[in-house]
């Protein structure tokens, strides 16, 4: 299957500063991503679509201000947590779409855990 | 009312049984089933992919839909320790976004 790398794998910042996480499709031009975040044992939560060269799409009651994602190229989007506080915390997964795939099937990143002291 | 409905578990069986997992949904519009594994901090893995209902055999996986019941199921055999981890079932109307189960915590003990 598709390679999907995340950078960082783990992060932990001091409230109030900006992390950013960048998503990488390593094998093949990915036109649509996706960031969700993941709280211990509960789900995969989808947070935003983003598609290369146009804004992002926010799932309900995710703040676009404070989420803040770039799909600059075919091969990279980045999702900038702004601002982050203690309840930012959590595991960000990224997937990417691969149009090749008879179902456009979604790879997953291996996830960036990020703690806010 | 969750769209996609799975139970968390765990689920702990022995080595050698067969695992039973399933997710119920009610949104009659899902054509695409797939089952996702994922190991303790890492990013999920497809294990089956299966459109519209049929059964659909991998190894020792086997995926089942039902639309009718809108239920869905996956069965591994000779279940391994090295199976021990979270199953997410997700599903789509077409291509592009997922809904996904809450996961069920598969812990096989040897």
């Known amino acids: 299957g598709a390679v999907v790398s995340q950078h960082p794998s783990w992060v932990i910042c001091k409230s109030g500063t900006s992390v950013k996480i960048e998503c990488r499709s390593l094998?093949?031009?990915?036109?649509?991503m996706f960031w969700y975040r993941q709280f211990p044992k509960q789900s995969l939560m989808l947070m935003a679509t983003s598609n290369e060269g146009s804004k992002a799409t926010y799932e309900q009651g995710v703040e676009k201000d404070k989420f803040l994602i770039n799909h600059a190229s075919l091969t990279l989007s980045t999702l900038t947590v702004t601002s982050a506080h203690p309840e930012d915390s959590s595991f960000y997964i990224c997937?990417?779409?691969?149009?090749?795939?008879?179902?456009?099937?979604?790879?997953f990143g291996p996830g960036t855990r990020l703690t806010v002291l | 009312q969750k769209e996609v409905e799975q139970d968390p578990g765990p689920l702990s069986v022995p080595e050698g049984a067969i695992v039973s997992l399933n997710c119920t949904y009610s949104n009659s519009a899902f054509q695409y089933f797939m089952w996702y594994r994922q190991y303790s901090r890492k990013g999920p893995e497809l294990l089956m992919y299966?459109?519209?209902?049929g059964n659909k055999e991998d190894g020792r996986f086997t995926a089942q839909v039902d639309k009718s019941s809108k239920y869905i199921s996956l069965f591994i055999r000779d279940s391994q320790p090295s199976d021990s981890a979270t199953y997410l079932c997700a599903m789509t109307p077409g291509r592009g976004k997922l809904q996904f189960g809450a996961g069920t915590q598969v812990v096989v003990t040897p």
């Open positions: 094998d093949f031009q990915a036109t649509t």
């Open positions: 299966t459109y519209s209902s």
């Open positions: 997937s990417a779409l691969d149009t090749r795939s008879s179902y456009n099937e979604q790879f």
